[in-house]
């Protein structure tokens, strides 16, 4: 693609510091602009230097720009669309990289101008890391991007976007925002809620020290350990913002995870032995696609 | 440690052939015995070439051992206790790698022999596959053998196993039999039950295709989906044989899980910020007692 004369990242995270690393390593800005909330987190921004210009004024920082790309925790969406439409450009397009989609409509899409085309996003990529120093240029690479347009969406402006998305590195999907949310419910949001529970959980419990179940992580506990390390605030606002998915998704979790109990305690080894058969194949296919590592344990080094 | 003159490996599996891989590697033994019931499993560890002597012959593997390891799924392990009761040496030590020990040791100890040394252990290692090929040498590199030596365990003997894990490249600790299977039920067994159980909920989910949640899987759900691809037989064995510890920790996750659900439905981002917050800790000291990678995402290459 052609170049953008600029964009605008609001929200200098781990997933935008990763846009302005990419962007930059596929020229697909002249003026990659940054905001921020936090002046420290700005400091930190300008000292790795992945923005052209950094900006304290939100303002400034959308200015001009032809795509502006929402990258703060969803819970803060509502007060920034206000706070940016009187500066946003004709013909520009708002997009962001929230993990639910249909709070995001909710709280963006009444305070878009007229003539700026609001195309909701969410690219699937990210670790367990936040902050500026976390981003890095290869993060999108060959993960998907999906794209949210809303009714009335204009078309070049949804190609221009999956173009730039596609520059960072991403494959490109496009789906109805209500569906995203039930997708997303079960890859990601009900995975982190349980990775969560379940650390939680080994915290609580006092028959066995903290410092045992540490220790003895490899057993399986520590692959749990890496989601549950992920950034509080994002998450907090996540599950605030995609309740009703996340709770359906939830409420079949628990009649299954039932089922497995009553096979424990009934002895149904036959159950059992299905259950984790079938759930083998799952594992294959991620693998095949390119969506996870062959290697043993993750490839890990330790 | 002096090179014991035989070792028998009872079961060829990845745990199986990984310490044969590791004893070779350390000269821990004169003769690597190996034996599995299946003809299959012994043609390909005759393939590979990690045992010395390959025995249909369950007798003849364990005759004239110094130690002797059940590498099998513990189901099986009553049957082959009372199979190499009559062959094996005076003073041998009889010990194993299996994920339970106080099952273990119902089955296995009313078959030990007089004179023979039982002296139950678990490896806190292994990757997601399985069979003679999955094996490797370091496998046990800077993990944790847990021993959990019965009453009237002879010193002496211990001391030796001890020494063999620590050969194999192990630390090595001694735990209660009954306290082993507490605190693996909390970092082993529910992590792997709940891994089963998300991976199949998701697998069932008719809203979402299973091509969905593949495609999408790097957003968390393929984390749990390597746990979920761990071997099948292993895992109903270990469900069956540690039920009350496991649905003791079970029921203390779900109490967990109710609040969480009841915080998602009440909109309560103060309890959630404050679970997600508390679980980060638990992560950076796993990390720093070296029992995982602090690389991102587990350094994975994909």
Not at 211 to 238: L, N, Q
Request: glycine share 10%.
């Amino acid at each position: 693609m052609a170049a953008m004369k600029k964009i605008a990242i609001i929200g200098l995270g781990m997933i935008g510091s990763s846009i302005a690393h990419a962007a930059r390593r596929g020229s697909l800005a002249k003026e990659i602009a940054g905001h921020d909330a936090s002046a420290d987190v700005l400091e930190r921004a300008g000292r790795i230097g992945f923005c052209d210009t950094l900006h304290a004024d939100i303002g400034a920082a959308v200015k001009d720009a032809q795509l502006v790309i929402l990258c703060a925790p969803v819970g803060a969406f509502k007060d920034i669309a206000q706070a940016i439409a009187p500066h946003m450009a004709p013909g520009a397009i708002l997009s962001d990289v929230g993990s639910v989609k249909g709070a995001v409509v909710r709280d963006v899409a009444p305070f878009v101008p007229a003539g700026v085309h609001f195309i909701p996003a969410h690219p699937i990529a990210g670790t367990e890391f936040s902050g500026p120093e976390a981003g890095f240029a290869s993060l999108f690479d060959g993960r998907w991007a999906i794209l949210t347009p809303v009714p009335g969406s204009d078309g070049q402006a949804v190609a221009r976007l999956r173009a730039f998305w596609k520059g960072l590195g991403s494959q490109v999907d496009v789906m109805e925002v209500g569906h995203h949310d039930l997708v997303l419910a079960i890859t990601s949001h009900l995975p982190h809620l349980i990775a969560y529970n379940i650390v939680g959980t080994a915290h609580d419990l006092e028959q066995v020290t903290e410092g045992e179940v540490i220790k003895y992580s490899a057993s399986g506990f520590r692959d749990f350990t890496r989601i549950a390390a992920s950034d509080p605030t994002m998450w907090r606002d996540i599950f605030l913002n995609n309740r009703e998915a996340v709770l359906e998704v939830l409420g079949r979790f628990n009649q299954d995870l039932k089922a497995l109990q009553e096979a424990v305690e009934q002895g149904n080894g036959e159950l059992l032995f299905d259950t984790f058969t079938r759930t083998r194949a799952i594992r294959r296919a991620i693998v095949d696609i390119g969506q996870d590592t062959s290697a043993p344990n993750f490839g890990r080094k330790s």
